[in-house]
């Protein structure tokens, strides 16, 4: 059980934050850090701006800020101690009370490439918008809320304010020296937002990039940096709720048309910034937000705001070519060229001039793994590591303390990897494909070997992945069953600006890097047609999305994965026809039969959901004849056949020899052929039948495209627009929630060790915390409870501390989140308040984890799904 190892930091920073109450002030899991005594005062929509007073007169409270235009609340800092935040939520007028809460960049998985940024633009249509139709951004205001910019650098104009120059508005809203773990973080807010992160820099040039190298979707609009991510402090740089809704607010005050966000949060619509972000929809701004690099993590691994109803969330496809460092391997056998790949952003380059000794660690599948200690003494070796079993962190860590230099981590599954590792461990670490990892390794079960990889030296070759959903990118629904992400757009392996003192230029993967490409086409289609709203531009833009083809099975890739597919945005800005709504949430499904359609009578029992589209024929003057089919996707799983939970989802049907009508979807509708008049809107009925094979056992999730022919009077071509669906098959309020067994969690563990301990019996717990409780989730919770529970009366105790979380997203042993922990001790809060303290009397004992399933109602005892652990002594 390697996994544990880590768990003594996360229990660690655990104890830090108090317990909060239940109802509305919001009581945060244990891992969500969290600012000691600032917190978000949300209040309802109708509570005038003078409410505010209130707060101002309170003693020990100050008003930070006060937000009204994204969110009607204030941000307020308590100076007492032991104030009780719950005072704020017994206020008249308050909806939510939130602790401010801590962000980060959504991480980026990175490796390097300088392919030409003209074939990505060939394909997604921005290459023929500009060339066909002129379309550039001008006249566009487009707002980032971001690490910063280097504006000094020549291809992003190299200037700031001054006449012409692209950036025209935006401030840094916290400075340089921001650490979280300082009692009280240092915010220096600036009047110029430079960039010493890169993730700015690099995002800034997806979409204002001028050339040579980098060539942005929307060099001609205008820009505002707003800055809410300082300098990276062990690889990442810090931001905090309170920083960001400033910096969004500001951005929509500037009046921006589109408004991008890079921002990594929880997994609930609820939450302060997904919030915000819905309400800048509401008042006619396009907000587009990465959906995440979770998808390691298989489904529901999406993230707020990208999951906020109304906003464009994002999904990453792979570069089509790749720029890998080649790495000659010498043998008795020979050489061999492999393919390196190359964190852009790394402090540790992967550069070894002369032959260097590679090693694979002996020992069982957790050694092949590197997520174990090592036996042996790996001093001035490179270690060749198979994915798998830990974090990429953990196993560049592992290697580290045995005294290797360098790790080479081979894919487990088919196809190049990118790994993304923080800089927090000293040694370089690179990923190369299962492939080359296969020949790495035959080399070494046959003798030595030896690995050189040249500093500077690089290659550009089609990738294997190229035009597929890059495998790092988070997988949709949301919570709620909201069809997330909406469309896709190249993320991985993308080329682009990085601050000058950083080296200029850096290849960076991550749905960070597809949300700006987004952005960038959404200015196009605003500049080509700007009587768009944010509804029509968010139709145009995903009924143009061209669906992913899935080279194992023929089929499509399911929107759960892709949205739409990959942008299209020549195809967008030229549409004459408008999908209301352009994408179908089918969310859970009953079992019946389909009544009142005589065609489907026969069908019988089956899982269906009926849905009405509006179809817009926006040309004045032609007749719009329309007909539509079906294009299936894949269905995604996360139990596999022998009924085993998998991070990795399974896909059905297989392979294409395993595809027949059973595998499918199906689409019927009554009114499948129509003619619209010029300017008319119709509705078109569709009856959406889950795949008929799929097992309810097995929580499948399926979907597809209807797929639209039209064909305008007078007109030779057709053209075609889709509209994506997608639904759970079964009943979701019966799915567990908590990771299965399989995955060694819910454990009781040592938080010194961290190990699990295996023997209860002996076991004797005081306040010293030396043992934990980690969970895990595998799907997002809204309410997750922890208790002390009497053994003899089977009755509850009281909550553990940190025992009531709410609004928890998804784990995974590689997801920004592995697993969440809180400390055992004799400490009880008997009140679901968590105000009222008291040490539980002697005896025996043991953990209660109650996990609210989906859409469950937090006062139904049958909605929770329950586990308890083995007794033992509390002394
Ligand atoms: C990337 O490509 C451009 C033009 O194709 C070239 O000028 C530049 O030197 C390349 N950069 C690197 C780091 O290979
Ligand atoms: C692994 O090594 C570390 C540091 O050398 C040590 O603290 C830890 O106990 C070891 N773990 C195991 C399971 O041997
Ligand atoms: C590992 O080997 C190196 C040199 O071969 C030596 O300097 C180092 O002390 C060794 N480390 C341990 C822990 O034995
Ligand atoms: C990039 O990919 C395209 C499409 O696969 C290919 O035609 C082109 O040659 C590639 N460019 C390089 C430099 O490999
Ligand atoms: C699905 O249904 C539940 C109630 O059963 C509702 O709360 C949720 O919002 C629905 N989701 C969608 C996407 O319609
Ligand atoms: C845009 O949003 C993405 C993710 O939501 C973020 O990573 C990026 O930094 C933002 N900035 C720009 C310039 O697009
Ligand atoms: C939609 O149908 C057209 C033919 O009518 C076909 O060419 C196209 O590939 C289909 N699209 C999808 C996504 O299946
Ligand atoms: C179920 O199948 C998977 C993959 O086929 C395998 O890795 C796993 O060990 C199996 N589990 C059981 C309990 O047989
Ligand atoms: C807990 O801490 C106290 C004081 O620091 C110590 O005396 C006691 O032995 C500790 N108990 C355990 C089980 O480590
Ligand atoms: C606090 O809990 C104790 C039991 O430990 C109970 O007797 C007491 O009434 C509670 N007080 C409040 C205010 O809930």
């Known amino acids: 059980?390697?996994?544990?190892?880590?768990?003594?930091?996360?229990?660690?920073?655990?104890?830090?934050?108090?317990?909060?109450?239940?109802?509305?002030?919001?009581?945060?899991?244990?891992?969500?850090?969290?600012?000691?005594?600032?917190?978000?005062?949300?209040?309802?929509?109708?509570?005038?701006?003078?409410?505010?007073?209130?707060?101002?007169?309170?003693?020990?409270?100050?008003?930070?800020?006060?937000?009204?235009?994204?969110?009607?609340?204030?941000?307020?800092?308590?100076?007492?101690?032991?104030?009780?935040?719950?005072?704020?939520?017994?206020?008249?007028?308050?909806?939510?009370?939130?602790?401010?809460?801590?962000?980060?960049?959504?991480?980026?998985?990175?490796?390097?490439?300088?392919?030409?940024?003209?074939?990505?633009?060939?394909?997604?249509?921005?290459?023929?918008?500009?060339?066909?139709?002129?379309?550039?951004?001008?006249?566009?205001?487009?707002?980032i809320v971001d690490s910063g910019v280097d504006y000094n650098h020549p291809e992003l104009g190299g200037c700031w304010k001054t006449e012409g120059c692209p950036w025209q508005y935006g401030e840094d809203f916290i400075g340089d020296k921001y650490n979280e773990a300082d009692a009280i973080p240092i915010i220096e807010p600036n009047p110029t937002p430079m960039d010493c992160a890169g993730h700015g820099t690099h995002v800034s040039g997806i979409l204002a990039g001028r050339g040579p190298q980098v060539r942005g979707v929307a060099p001609g609009a205008t820009f505002g940096m707003y800055r809410v991510f300082s300098c990276p402090i062990n690889g990442e740089g810090g931001s905090s709720d309170d920083i960001l809704l400033q910096g969004i607010e500001a951005a929509f005050e500037d009046g921006h048309d589109i408004i991008n966000l890079s921002l990594g949060g929880g997994a609930w619509s609820e939450e302060p910034v997904a919030v915000a972000c819905a309400q800048i929809v509401q008042q006619g701004v396009v907000v587009v937000a990465a959906l995440g690099n979770d998808g390691a993590g298989g489904l529901q691994t999406g993230s707020a705001p990208a999951i906020a109803r109304g906003v464009i969330s994002v999904g990453s496809v792979d570069n089509w070519n790749v720029t890998s460092k080649p790495g000659i391997i010498t043998s008795a056998q020979g050489t061999q060229k492999i393919a390196l790949s190359m964190p852009g952003d790394s402090k540790y380059p992967f550069d070894f001039d002369s032959d260097t000794p590679l090693e694979i660690p002996a020992g069982g599948e957790d050694s092949i793994v590197g997520c174990a200690n090592y036996t042996e003494n790996m001093s001035g070796k490179i270690v060749v590591v198979k994915r798998g079993g830990c974090t990429f962190n953990e196993k560049a860590l592992y290697a580290y303390t045995a005294g290797a230099i360098g790790v080479i981590c081979y894919n487990n599954v088919a196809g190049d990897m990118s790994p993304a590792v923080s800089n927090s461990v000293p040694i370089p670490f690179v990923g190369i494909s299962d492939d080359d990892g296969k020949h790495v390794t035959d080399t070494l079960a046959a003798g030595k070997a030896t690995v050189k990889a040249p500093k500077g030296a690089r290659e550009i070759s089609p990738s294997k992945t190229g035009g597929q959903i890059s495998l790092f990118s988070s997988i949709g629904p949301s919570a709620e069953l909201d069809m997330v992400p909406l469309i896709s757009a190249p993320g991985g392996n993308i080329?682009?600006?990085?601050?000058?003192?950083?080296?200029?230029?850096?290849?960076?993967?991550?749905?960070?890097?597809?949300?700006?490409?987004?952005?960038?086409?959404?200015?196009?289609?605003?500049?080509?047609?700007?009587?768009?709203?944010?509804?029509?531009?968010?139709?145009?833009?995903?009924?143009?999305?061209?669906?992913?083809?899935?080279?194992?099975?023929?089929?499509?890739?399911?929107?759960?994965?892709?949205?739409?597919?990959?942008?299209?945005?020549?195809?967008?800005?030229?549409?004459?026809?408008?999908?209301?709504?352009?994408?179908?949430?089918?969310?859970?499904?009953?079992?019946?039969?389909?009544?009142?359609?005589?065609?489907?009578?026969?069908?019988?029992?089956?899982?269906?959901?009926?849905?009405?589209?509006?179809?817009?024929?926006?040309?004045?003057?032609?007749?719009?004849?329309?007909?539509?089919?079906?294009?299936?996707?894949?269905?995604?799983?996360?139990?596999?056949?022998?009924?085993?939970?998998?991070?990795?989802?399974?896909?059905?049907?297989?392979?294409?020899?395993?595809?027949?009508?059973?595998?499918?979807?199906?689409?019927?509708?009554?009114?499948?052929?129509?003619?619209?008049?010029?300017?008319?809107?119709?509705?078109?009925?569709?009856?959406?039948?889950?795949?008929?094979?799929?097992?309810?056992?097995?929580?499948?999730?399926?979907?597809?495209?209807?797929?639209?022919?039209?064909?305008?009077?007078?007109?030779?071509?057709?053209?075609?627009?889709?509209?994506?669906?997608?639904?759970?098959?079964?009943?979701?309020?019966?799915?567990?929630?908590?990771?299965?067994?399989?995955?060694?969690?819910?454990?009781?563990?040592?938080?010194?060790?961290?190990?699990?301990?295996?023997?209860?019996?002996?076991?004797?717990?005081?306040?010293?915390?030396?043992?934990?409780?980690?969970?895990?989730?595998?799907?997002?919770?809204?309410?997750?409870?922890?208790?002390?529970?009497?053994?003899?009366?089977?009755?509850?105790?009281?909550?553990?501390?940190?025992?009531?979380?709410?609004?928890?997203?998804?784990?995974?042993?590689?997801?920004?989140?592995?697993?969440?922990?809180?400390?055992?001790?004799?400490?009880?809060?008997?009140?679901?308040?968590?105000?009222?303290?008291?040490?539980?009397?002697?005896?025996?004992?043991?953990?209660?984890?109650?996990?609210?399933?989906?859409?469950?109602?937090?006062?139904?005892?049958?909605?929770?799904?329950?586990?308890?652990?083995?007794?033992f002594t509390i002394a």
């Open 1 to 143: 059980m390697t996994l544990l190892v880590l768990s003594a930091l996360v229990v660690a920073f655990c104890l830090g934050i108090a317990g909060v109450e239940a109802g509305r002030l919001i009581s945060y899991p244990p891992h969500i850090r969290t600012k000691r005594g600032s917190y978000i005062v949300e209040f309802e929509s109708h509570i005038p701006k003078t409410h505010v007073s209130r707060f101002h007169a309170m003693s020990d409270v100050s008003v930070d800020r006060h937000f009204t235009k994204v969110l009607n609340g204030i941000s307020v800092s308590v100076s007492k101690r032991d104030f009780d935040p719950s005072h704020f939520a017994q206020m008249d007028g308050v909806k939510r009370v939130w602790p401010v809460r801590y962000y980060y960049p959504a991480s980026t998985p990175s490796a390097a490439s300088n392919s030409s940024s003209l074939y990505l633009h060939h394909a997604t249509g921005v290459e023929k918008a500009l060339k066909e139709l002129g379309v550039d951004g001008k006249g566009i205001k487009i707002g």
């Open 495 to 871: 080329w682009s600006t990085y601050p000058q003192k950083l080296g200029s230029y850096a290849s960076l993967s991550g749905t960070s890097m597809a949300t700006p490409y987004i952005s960038g086409t959404v200015a196009l289609l605003k500049q080509a047609r700007p009587d768009l709203d944010v509804r029509a531009i968010t139709r145009l833009l995903v009924s143009n999305g061209k669906p992913i083809t899935d080279p194992a099975t023929g089929l499509k890739t399911t929107p759960f994965m892709s949205g739409a597919g990959l942008v299209n945005i020549y195809d967008a800005i030229k549409s004459r026809v408008q999908f209301d709504p352009p994408v179908l949430s089918l969310n859970d499904s009953k079992i019946s039969h389909i009544q009142g359609y005589s065609k489907l009578e026969s069908l019988g029992s089956v899982r269906w959901a009926a849905r009405t589209i509006s179809i817009h024929n926006t040309d004045s003057k032609k007749s719009l004849h329309l007909s539509l089919s079906n294009a299936a996707a894949n269905s995604l799983s996360m139990i596999l056949a022998n009924g085993s939970f998998s991070y990795s989802p399974r896909t059905w049907p297989a392979d294409t020899s395993s595809v027949s009508e059973d595998t499918l979807p199906k689409v019927y509708s009554p009114n499948a052929e129509k003619t619209i008049g010029p300017g008319k809107t119709c509705s078109v009925t569709v009856f959406i039948v889950a795949p008929k094979g799929l097992k309810d056992l097995e929580s499948w999730y399926y979907g597809g495209f209807i797929n639209f022919t039209l064909q305008w009077d007078g007109e030779k071509t057709t053209s075609t627009q889709v509209v994506s669906y997608g639904g759970y098959n079964g009943d979701s309020t019966i799915q567990d929630v908590l990771s299965p067994p399989s995955d060694g969690l819910p454990a009781l563990v040592d938080t010194v060790t961290g190990e699990p301990v295996n023997d209860l019996s002996t076991l004797v717990i005081d306040n010293n915390a030396t043992k934990a409780i980690l969970f895990g989730l595998s799907i997002p919770s809204r309410l997750v409870e922890i208790m002390l529970v009497d053994a003899a009366t089977d009755k509850s105790a009281g909550y553990m501390v940190q025992g009531y979380n709410e609004y928890l997203a998804r784990t995974c042993p590689e997801c920004s989140v592995p697993y969440v922990g809180v400390p055992l001790t004799k400490t009880v809060f008997t009140d679901s308040k968590l105000t009222n303290v008291t040490q539980v009397p002697a005896g025996k004992y043991h953990v209660r984890i109650r996990a609210l399933r989906p859409f469950g109602d937090t006062s139904v005892d049958s909605d929770y799904q329950v586990w308890n652990s083995g007794d």
